[in-house]
């Protein structure tokens, strides 16, 4: 057991201790890190996993005081669906909500015609949604609600949850890492409801004032563990964060996609609305290290959202590692999968998207959008009926995505993932299968996508969901 100083509990989540002596006992479940609940499956035959999920409202206990939020599976976050590649989850989905829904799986390359975003579940009824993981799917994706219009509101209240996909084989490396799961996803409350969305919030994307990691304030994991891989989650409306772990290394190894080629040492990671990434944590020494976000916080205006633009402050705690007795592993792994380079000069179909807020410098408003602040893409909003893009199944593309507004728009593109070639002509550095891109004011990035496996329609659209369900969201037919 370790006992914390009197300095490191008063920081904890600002709760007042007044002269409490502090020891031992204040490790009790009150002050400790608990990953979100998992999903419980069935495995009734080899290869085939089943389980139920359930939409609903819900009185539980988020930031540690009682809350009326939208639940799945009557959680805050939701419960994490583990499961694992080449496997079929047959999920059962029943949305006891007042108002349509669905279920979106963000990242995994699914059909189309089962991870399908126009699908709308009625209230009280029950969709079983099946889906064929793919053999070499590995990695930390999410689910949430994606009918249109509505994603804003009901990914605030709550609906939102991990998935984790365990590969064939771990590498040898990894497999002693003790995992959890960091659903960083932030709230306001009124009371005990979560607050409503204003004209204001509707503009930037709102941005909740508590800043919690699964539906906690900042809490304690001890750990005796020698290798920690962290599995982040950004599943807030609008925060950026920028994290930093200060005393121990920090090591990225995956990314939207799953694992990256080889680690690579961060000082500092940022996550846009709708990315991952995976730590690795070797505890080199014990103590107590604290995880902090030094991205915008709640307190940003307007056309100030995004990493950079958000001023000081000494970042906020999000999590404190308490680490005893700790053996890292004399070696870490040094290389962890191959990626295949997408080569961009192979690419035969090109599309050129621009994103717009109706905040333009110089020329006025963007046309199309017909009303003050339309958020458009290529001067559209959202037609479900309309196709912005065609792909050819098996086919290589080159997206050019520019950013001409205002504010930080992270764009995601649906079941087929992709690499960055560049941003603004600049190199990136290291290759990963990424499914959203954050796009600072004036930026353009290159992408390169392959039409792989499955045709259909699906949608590619900005991860702040104020703006895409104002618009900001077009349809790709392969
Ligand atoms: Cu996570 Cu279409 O989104
Ligand atoms: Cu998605
Ligand atoms: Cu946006």
Redesign the pocket.
């Known amino acids: 057991m370790i006992d914390l100083t009197r300095r490191e509990v008063l920081r904890l989540g600002g709760i007042a201790l007044g002269s409490a002596i502090v020891g031992p006992s204040l490790l009790g479940c009150d002050f400790h890190f608990a990953d979100p609940p998992l999903l419980s499956l069935a495995r009734p035959e080899p290869g085939l996993a089943v389980a139920e999920l359930r939409a609903a409202a819900a009185k539980l206990s988020v930031a540690e005081r009682p809350a009326r939020v939208l639940a799945y599976g009557g959680s805050y976050p939701g419960p994490v669906i583990r499961v694992r590649a080449g496997e079929t989850l047959r999920l059962g989905f029943t949305n006891d909500l007042a108002e349509e829904t669905n279920l979106h799986f963000h990242g995994l390359h699914l059909d189309p015609a089962v991870d399908d975003p126009f699908l709308h579940v009625h209230p009280g009824e029950r969709h079983v949604y099946e889906l064929a993981i793919p053999w070499d799917a590995q990695g930390t994706y999410w689910y949430h609600p994606h009918v249109h219009g509505r994603v804003a509101v009901q990914l605030f209240a709550g609906l939102a949850g991990a998935i984790v996909v365990d590969p064939l084989e771990e590498i040898p490396g990894l497999a002693a890492a003790e995992d959890h799961v960091l659903v960083l996803k932030d709230i306001t409350l009124v009371g005990e409801a979560v607050a409503s969305h204003t004209a204001m919030d509707w503009r930037t994307?709102k941005r909740g004032a508590l800043s919690l990691v699964n539906g906690q304030t900042a809490r304690v994991l001890s750990t005796t563990a020698g290798l920690l891989r962290l599995r982040l989650l950004n599943a807030s409306n609008a925060r950026f964060y920028r994290l930093r772990l200060e005393g121990l290394p920090m090591l990225q190894i995956a990314s939207d996609g799953g694992l990256l080629e080889r680690p690579v040492e961060r000082t500092e990671i940022a996550l846009a609305p709708g990315e991952r990434a995976e730590l690795l944590v070797p505890v080199v020494r014990s103590g107590f290290f604290w995880l902090r976000d030094f991205g915008c916080g709640a307190s940003s205006g307007m056309g100030g959202p995004g990493p950079g633009t958000c001023g000081t402050g000494g970042g906020e705690d999000l999590l404190l590692i308490a680490a005893s007795g700790a053996v890292p592993p004399p070696e870490l792994p040094s290389r962890l999968v191959t990626i295949p380079r997408l080569d961009p000069t192979a690419a035969r179909e090109r599309q050129e998207l621009t994103?717009a807020?109706g905040m333009m410098g110089g020329g006025g408003m963007m046309g199309g959008g017909g009303m003050m602040g339309g958020?458009t893409i290529n001067g559209r909003t959202f037609d479900p009926d309309r196709t912005d893009v065609r792909g050819t199944l098996g086919a290589t593309a080159l997206w050019q995505v520019t950013n001409a507004?205002m504010?930080?728009?992270?764009f995601h593109l649906h079941t087929y993932a992709f690499q960055v070639v560049d941003r603004n002509g600049v190199p990136e550095p290291v290759r990963a299968w990424k499914d959203t891109v954050d796009l600072a004011p004036g930026d353009t990035v290159r992408l390169v996508v392959r039409y792989g496996d499955f045709g259909g329609r699906t949608v590619f659209h900005?991860?702040?969901p104020?703006?895409?369900d104002q618009g900001?969201m077009g349809v790709l037919a392969v």
């Open positions: 994307g994103l807020d958020f507004g504010m930080h728009h992270p900005c991860h702040i104020e703006h895409e900001m």
